[in-house]
Each structure stands twice: as C-alpha cells, then as structure tokens.
C-alpha cells in the first residue's frame, strides 16, 4: 500500500509499505480521508514535536476509514462501518518507524471495550489508549463531517479539562481549526463573550461567522484595554497557537480566581510567564494531550450537532488534495492559509 513519509525533517515522499494484518481485536480499515493537523502535524515534520525523532517515520493521526477486515474477537465494528481514528502504531517495519501513520491507505482500529470486557486492556496484551477513541459513527455522518471530528472531539473534551462552563467570558487567541472549534463550541454551548485573536482577516471574519462578539489582530492597540472597556475582567483565555508571548498577552485580561488554558504540545519544556502583570490568584492550565475517556464521550455531543445542521466540516475544512500531494499541502499550511486541509485516497 501506499504512505506518506517523513524521511528528513521538511521533506515528504510518498512510499510504498506493506499492508497492516489485523489481531483479534483489531479491524482494518481502508482509508477513506484524513486531514492535516496543522500544529502537531508541522512540529512532527520539521522535526520539532517531543518524542518523534527517528526518521524516517510514517506520518498522520487524523483519519476515517470503513471496516473491510474484522478479528475473531472484535464485537463492536462491523464490516462496513465507518470508523474515526484507525492508526498504525504499532507497525512492524525495518524501514520505517510510526508517527501514528494515518496517512495510509489501510489502517488499524482496535476494540477497546471488548478487551475491557474481557480483561485484557493492557499493554502486555497489545491494549493502547488510543483504543478508546477509534469509535464508528452513525451511517448519516458523512466522511467529511467523521473526519474532522478527530479535531472536534479533543477540543470538546479540552472544555471539561480547562474547566470552562457556559456563562463565561472568553478569549481565544488563535482562529485556526481548534481556535475556531473553540469559538464554535463555545457559542453553541451557552458562553457570554467570546474574543477571537488572529492576525489573519479571513480567519477573524470565520470566527465572528462562527459567533465570536468581536476579533483583533494581534497587534491591536485594543486588545491591552478590553477588560478596562468592558468594566470587568475575563474568566478565561485559551492559548490556541502554542507562544509563550501569547500567554503572557493574556496574563493581564484575566481577574481573581480565572485561568490562561494552554492548547496542544509545547515545544519548550519551560515558559517564562510575566506573573506580576496578571491577578494574585489565577490558574495555569496546559492540555497536551487529550484525555480519552472525554474525548471519546465527546463524540456523542458532536454527532447530535451535525445531525441537527448546527456544526459542519463546511465551516471548517476549506482545501482538499489528492494524498499524493501532501508536500503541496505542507507548503501552503506553512504560509497559513489553510484552516483544515483535506486528503482523499
């Protein structure tokens, strides 16, 4: 079958591996599409992102696929079914290591709950965390819609993490596909005010469509005074872009008891944080990695908005390659044009 590699930093070439066998627990699925994350999927590729260092390796992790093989012991996919998040870790190559591998035409999807069910939920038997969160989705979920909730479903379950509940007054910093999905959820979720902070235009006009109360551009004079022009202080302010200049721009925006929630992997293992310009008592929150219990419960929510006409990949996805031409698509991410790109195979 076909992939993509990353064989140097920078440099991606599409190669030839071989096709993944399932285990008993485990379904193979064909490709449908995946998407670019445009954050971790860069730091990967330029050689940046903590833990991934071995080129060459096979890249992506967020994907959709339809069941076409199933283990003797899975009970809970079916041939058929569409699947979110198949994966190849592990896969056995003398060639190449795996950064999830999901850019692939075949993939791996592993049943957790039978393993649960039967005991055997461990790495001793081959259990991985990411089990969890391979769940298929409802037939009327179309292939676009499943894919980006690979996005939607850790930004949603990120709320829980961070604490945010409706009600409160927010700023996003960042109008990318999790600034924006912040935005969105947010707004569909009851909050007050909701900032949007991007330097991109097109990105800000997203954000307000997408029920953000106002957008600036980074370097707007007005951002320093939006607490003191609305008489009070922000309950939150969510760092979408991953700077340690974002944060401590949002330091001053918040009050007594409220929180800078820190989004995706650092690439630093320290931040320098301007404490003194911000309140006595307020919290630092950093969400790296999703937690998998929320972010596979978060599915549900999801489904129940696309099904409704209140969320779609529309809003979202807005360019499309052949997955041959990922070098292509690497290169206009690098110049921030995109907001979610998306790979047919």
């Given amino acids: 079958m076909k992939s993509i590699a990353v064989t140097e930093p920078g440099r991606l070439q599409v190669v030839e591996v071989p096709e993944p066998m399932p285990t008993p627990y485990q379904v193979r699925l064909q490709t449908e599409a995946a998407c670019l994350c445009n954050i971790t999927d860069r730091k990967i590729i330029e050689g940046r992102f903590p833990g991934v260092e071995n080129f060459p390796f096979l890249l992506g992790h967020e994907t959709v696929g339809i069941v076409e093989t199933v283990g003797d012991k899975v009970r809970n996919f079916e041939m058929g079914d569409r699947v979110i998040g ?21 993939l791996l999807a592993g049943d957790h709950q039978a393993m649960v069910d039967d005991g055997v939920a461990t790495s001793d038997h081959g259990w991985l965390d990411t089990y969890e969160v391979m769940k298929s989705v409802p037939s009327y979920i179309g292939v676009e819609d499943a894919v980006m909730m690979c996005t939607w479903r850790e930004v949603l379950s990120s709320f829980t993490d961070f604490d945010l509940k409706p009600g409160t ?12 999905s912040f935005v969105k959820f947010a707004r569909l979720l009851g909050f007050n005010e909701i900032v949007s902070i991007d330097p991109n235009y097109h990105k800000r006009e997203k ?51 409220s929180s800078i929630c820190i989004y995706g992997t650092l690439s630093s293992s320290s931040l320098s944080l301007e404490f003194g310009n911000g309140p006595y008592n307020f919290d630092i929150k950093v969400h790296q990695w999703p937690t998998r219990f929320l972010e596979a419960g978060a599915q549900k929510q999801l489904v129940e908005w696309v099904k409704d006409g209140q969320l779609s990949y529309s809003e979202f996805i807005d360019a499309e390659y052949p997955f041959q031409e990922i070098d292509l698509a690497f290169k206009e991410i690098k110049k921030s044009k995109p907001i979610k790109t998306l790979f047919r195979f």
């Fill in 86 to 106: 198949g994966l190849l870790i592990p896969y056995e190559s003398d060639q190449y290591d795996s950064a999830w591998g999901g850019f692939s035409q075949y």
């Fill in 169 to 180: 007054d927010l700023i996003v910093f960042g109008a990318g596909a999790v600034g924006l």
């Fill in 207 to 257: 954000a307000l469509a997408m029920g953000a109360t106002s957008a600036y551009a980074p370097d707007d004079v007005n951002i320093s005074t939006l607490a003191i022009d609305r008489g009070c202080p922000f309950d939150a302010v969510i760092d979408a872009v991953g700077k340690e200049v974002v944060i401590n721009a949002g330091i001053p925006l918040i009050g007594m008891g």
